[in-house]
Structures are given as C-alpha cells and as structure tokens.
C-alpha cells in the first residue's frame, strides 16, 4: 500500500513517524548473528511504517476521523515528544495512555497499525525483511494460476451512474446464511440477485500474505472493532462471506439451545424434524472428521487436556478429504489456496449460480424501499475495481437481509425498518487467547487451525460457559495484540514466535451488545464487560488457559493483558500468576479480546417490541424483508456458529417458498 493523499501536515507526520519508531524502535542486541542484529536494529521508518498508516487513513478514514488523530499527534508533540530519548518516548506514551480512555484508544490504535505494517509488509515476490529473524518463513506455496483454479461464478456488470435489476428476490450477503437461501431459492425456480459488499477472490487469488488476506476478505480490513476498542471484530467481507476465512469448525446446534430458541418462538426448531435442514447443510459441505489432523499447537493442546483430565475430541471440518498437504492449512484465515474448503463459494452459491442466480460484487446495500409494509426494492452502492460507482436499485418483493451481524442491523436502521429490537440483543461469543512458549518449536502455521476442542467448562455459569480451542500464528496479528512494555522487550518476544502456541476460549455470552448507525449511516458496535458473568467466565477461561499451558509443558506464558503485563516464566510462582490474572483489569483496551461469531441483532422472536423477525424469519413490521444469517439468532448457541446459521438459514428458505408461492 502507498501513500496516495497526504492527510497529515508536516508536523503531524513527523510526530507520527516518532511514534511508530518508538513502538517498534532500532535498538543494538550484542552478540546475535547478522540477522537477528538487523532485526533489533530496523525501525519502523526503516519499512515507511508511518506512510503506510496515512494512505490507510487516506484510503478509508473519513475527515472528522483523520482530524482526530491529528490532534492526538499534536498532543504527544506538546509533550516535547521530539527531544526526549527512546526511554523517555516510552515512558510517555503510557503515561499519556493513563490520562484518559480516548487517548489509551488511539495510542492503541496507531501501535495495532504499526506492528500490522512492520511485521505484514510483503508481496508475493519479496518477503518481510523481519520474518527470518522471528523464525517465520513466510508463504509455504504459491498460488494457483486462474487457468488452474478458474472463477466459475459469473458476475453481473454494472456500469453508469445508475443501473436497475429486476428480480424475484434480493439476498444482501453471499456467506452461511445468503449462500444457502440463494441456492434453495434458486432451486426452487426463483428469480434471484444476490448483492455482496466485498469483492470475488478464489485459491488463485489467496497468496499466503496475512495483511493482503486481511484487506482482502474481511470487513473493515480485519481492523473492525467496538466503538471503545474492548473487542476486535473479526468477520468475512468476500464472496462466500466468513465461510471463505473461518476455521471450518462443524458443530450441530445443541438440542438445549433449540429448546431455548423454541421458547422465544422460533416454533419447530427442537423437533426431530429440524435434523433435516441440518443433515442437508451437513451433506451439501461434506462434513467428516477424516481430513482432521493435528499439528504441534493441538498435539500440546490434547496433551495438556489428558493430563489434567479434560474430555477432549477432534473436530468435524467441512473439508475436502481429497486435501493430501494439509501442511499449508495453517495459512486458511487468507483463504484456502488448495480449495478443500468448502465454504459457500464452493458449495450454494454454485449452486445457486447454476441454477440461475446473478451476482454482484462490491455491492454496498444502503437501504431497503418499502411501500405499504412490504418490501419492493434494495437501492446499493457498487465500487468497481476502478473506483468508480454506480448506484444500483434491484426491483424485488422478497428481501433476504444476510449481511452479517454487524451490517444486517446497519441497513435495517437505515432503512427505518425492524422495529425497536432492531441492533440489539447483539451476541459475539468473547474469545481470550493465552499463549505458551515451548522449547521445541511449534510452528503454529504448518498443519490445521483448529481441530480439536474441549468442552469441559461448558456449563461452568448455568448453562453458559467457554470452549477451549487453539489457533495459528501469524506474525502480525500476534504483534498487534501483545502487550508492549517497551520496543525491545516486544521484539525479543516476537523472536520466540516458532516457539508459540496459541491457545483460546471462545464463551457463550450472558449479556450482550448493540449496533447503532453514526451520523453517516455507519454501522457502529457497542460492546463491554459489564455483565457480570461474562467478565467472570473472561477471566476463567484466561485462568484455565494458563493451566492447560503449564499441563502441556510451556517454559513461559503470555497473557494478553495490556498493563500491567501478566506473563510467567518456569520457576516462578504459578498460583499468584493465576491469582494476578483473575483479577486482571477488563476495562476498554486493557486486554486484547477478540469475536469471530457475531449474532443475534435482529433476532427472531414471538414478541415485536423484543425480536426484529417472527419465528419463520420474516420482519414483524415489513412484509416480505426476511433476515437470513446469524444476527437471527435469538440467542448464542455457545458452539462455533456455522452449522446453525446455514441450518437456520435453509429452514427460512423453506419458510419464503411457502410464503411466496
């Protein structure tokens, strides 16, 4: 990425250069081979760090926006910022990081950016100077050409300043939910248009880059959060949705969590007949648990879970048992290169596209037009690969809102639709990560992300509790959520990276979040640890993280607390580790904690002022708007998502094939 638009005045790009060299300094380590002392000695400058964030805020931060950070730089400028040493930079960042929530935001925020460009710049054809001092060999494969991997999903070109379709149905999202109902709906002989926001990418465009992967398939560029900072946002925005990027973990929705949807009015849903849409989704991705291995990171995980006891399992995967190399699977967060993922791409919207549907991409869904509490049409905004736009009206009766939990609210809210319920009720499954450093080398990229879990702390709350799961590394989304005392000490810890095993949690959530619209339509999420149970399952699972790690022999662990930092080395006294770490601050930016699950924002429900759609998926106050992905949830389900979320989705196509004849 370059700078395109300088955004910055002088000074502020001065101070902002001071900045990023102080979060990832020069500094000089004696003793260490040539390229371990380039390592320490490169600064962010030395990468053009800095220019890299002001094209970022160029390309996708609006003026208000890159005022504010402005006016943050020139906050740390009034501080003598230029004249103070390396010491005295660092000590000033986290003093000033104390003084109020906004500042600790931002400070956070650039120190994120500039760890995303140190250790992620690369192309195909030059590597990340840092990567061989870290241990990290970077792309394990080239990409297909197309002729060897062709895009078989033919788009829709518009063109113009405005252009107009007519269609059967609008589905707005083309992952778990839109994929399915636009191949049941196609099926059944309906006319149909689906709209996705992000762009078509397959295994010819999938290149092994962790930033690339990033800007390319996910929503926001992989930089999505709360409005606070208190939870990174993970979620696709590709064709094929999250589906293309997710860890392929399979889990049938628990009969409890069906009888609990059930009560809230999705009627039918804990019957024996429900198995029916879960077998057709099962079959369709071809779930088996024959393609499952193990690399080091589970191997440890297993370990660590038989010696205290755990019950532990490998997983079901919607993946190809053709896949003979699953070496470069740790790689799949930017897209299976192999193609033995069976995400939607690979699977419904094929098939929706053989039997007819039409697809357009870099589709922006803005609002829905309504007439008489029906539905009649979508108007979206279409960027093509140039820049240029068109704004695109599909003429529809039917409405299939499947944009994912964050956006499907966003456009509802736009399009003054929903009801009182619309964005609220928001569930995100909170994810802690505890990391171990093992003195054999893990490699966490080679071999499956995830493919084994336990669910020994389940129901540890009632009925709500976490999983314990593993996942990859790579190198700078680790950078970005580790804690940084000082530049050297977070280098030397990025030296240990082939060393790393990351373990997870991933909590069925008591309380919950919402998503509001800001002045310019944007969808924006709220969300914290002010439920109770949630910070104290937060916690736990941390806790339990940490024994597990232990179990399975690390010499040190790394908690992702920001400050103070928790971490332990062997020798050290484990019980007041744990101690420290139950009682770790959850305040906004105080702990890296992640969602790749977000659901339940325009919930299905018996009661409008409570649920946004009825039991069968239509919207209690818009005749023929439908909502089709996780945010229909009406709770979490407390197990990885996307069986339920397609499985629901194919019970809701059957729904709208009733409905329209």
Request: hydrophobic share 40%; net charge negative; charged share 20%.
């Amino acid at each position: 990425m370059a700078v395109t638009v300088g955004v910055l005045s002088d000074t502020r790009r001065r101070t902002l250069e001071a900045v990023c060299d102080t979060f990832a300094p020069s500094v000089e380590v004696p003793d260490a081979d040539d390229a371990t002392r380039a390592f320490y000695a490169r600064a962010a400058s030395d990468l053009g760090v800095a220019g890299q964030i002001e094209g970022l805020l160029a390309q996708t931060a609006l003026p208000e926006e890159i005022e504010a950070t402005g006016q943050l730089l020139d906050a740390v400028a009034g501080q003598g910022f230029d004249g103070l040493d390396l010491d005295a930079r660092t000590a000033l960042l986290h003093a000033m990081a104390e003084s109020a929530p906004e500042v600790k935001f931002g400070l956070r925020q650039l120190r994120a950016l500039t760890f995303l460009f140190f250790y992620g710049l690369a192309t195909t054809t030059e590597a990340n100077p840092n990567w061989s001092a870290i241990g990290y060999p970077g792309p394990r494969s080239a990409a297909p050409s197309l002729e060897q991997a062709p895009k078989t999903i033919a788009l829709e070109t518009v063109a113009g300043e405005v252009a107009m379709l007519d269609a059967d149905v609008c589905v707005i999202g083309s992952g778990a939910g839109g994929g399915v109902i636009a191949a049941e709906l196609a099926r059944a002989g309906r006319s149909v248009v689906v709209l996705e926001m992000g762009s078509y990418r397959n295994e010819s465009d999938f290149h092994q880059l962790e930033l690339q992967g990033m800007f390319d398939l996910y929503l926001g560029g992989g930089l999505a959060a709360s409005e606070d900072g208190s939870i990174a946002v993970l979620a696709g925005s590709t064709l094929g949705g999250g589906t293309v990027v997710n860890y392929m973990n399979c889990i049938r929705t628990p009969q409890p969590i069906r009888e609990e949807w059930a009560a809230h009015g999705v009627q039918g849903i804990d019957q024996p007949g429900y198995e029916e849409h879960i077998d057709a989704v099962w079959r369709r991705l071809g779930v088996n648990d024959t393609a499952t291995s193990q690399n080091r990171t589970h191997k440890r995980l297993i370990a660590a879970c038989e010696e205290l006891g755990y019950p532990n399992r490998p997983l079901t995967r919607n993946a190809d048992t053709a896949c003979e190399d699953p070496s470069t699977c740790g790689y799949c967060y930017a897209g299976c290169q192999t193609g033995c993922k069976q995400s939607t791409m690979k699977t419904f919207l094929q098939d929706a596209a053989d039997a007819g549907a039409r697809f357009v991409v870099g589709a922006r869904a803005e609002r829905i037009l309504t007439a008489d509490g029906r539905a009649r049409a979508v108007v979206a905004t279409v960027t093509a690969p140039d820049g240029s736009t068109t704004e695109l009206t599909v003429n529809a009766s039917t409405v299939v809102v499947a944009a994912g939990a964050i956006e499907s609210p966003a456009l509802l809210l736009r399009s003054g639709i929903g009801g009182p319920a619309a964005g609220r009720h928001l569930r995100l499954h909170p994810a802690s990560l505890v990391a171990g450093v093992y003195e054999q080398p893990i490699e966490g990229w080679v071999g499956q992300i995830q493919s084994a879990l336990s669910d020994q702390f389940k129901h540890i709350e009632d009925e709500h509790g976490f999983l314990i799961e593993a996942t990859t590394v790579a190198p700078a989304i680790v950078a970005m959520s580790l804690p940084w005392e000082d530049g050297l000490a977070h280098k030397r810890t990025l030296t240990k990276l082939a060393h790393v095993a990351p373990f997870i949690s991933v909590a069925r959530d008591h309380g919950e979040g919402q998503v509001v619209i800001d002045d310019h339509g944007r969808a924006v999420t709220r969300w914290g640890f002010g439920d109770e149970v949630d910070a104290r399952l937060f916690r736990r699972a941390m806790v339990e993280l940490a024994r597990l790690q232990r179990a399975a022999g690390a010499k040190e662990i790394i908690t992702f607390y920001q400050r103070p930092v928790l971490r332990w080395s062997e020798g050290e006294d484990f019980d007041a580790f744990l101690e420290a770490i139950g009682e770790g601050s959850l305040e906004p930016n105080d702990i890296a904690a992640f969602t790749a699950h977000q659901m339940g924002s325009c919930r299905m429900g018996s009661d409008p002022s409570d649920s946004v759609a009825d039991g069968r998926g239509e919207l209690h106050d818009t005749k023929g708007v439908w909502i089709g992905d996780a945010s229909a949830f009406p709770t979490a389900p407390g197990v990885n998502p996307m069986i339920s979320i397609m499985s629901l989705a194919h019970r809701t196509a059957a729904n709208i094939v009733g409905a329209t004849g």
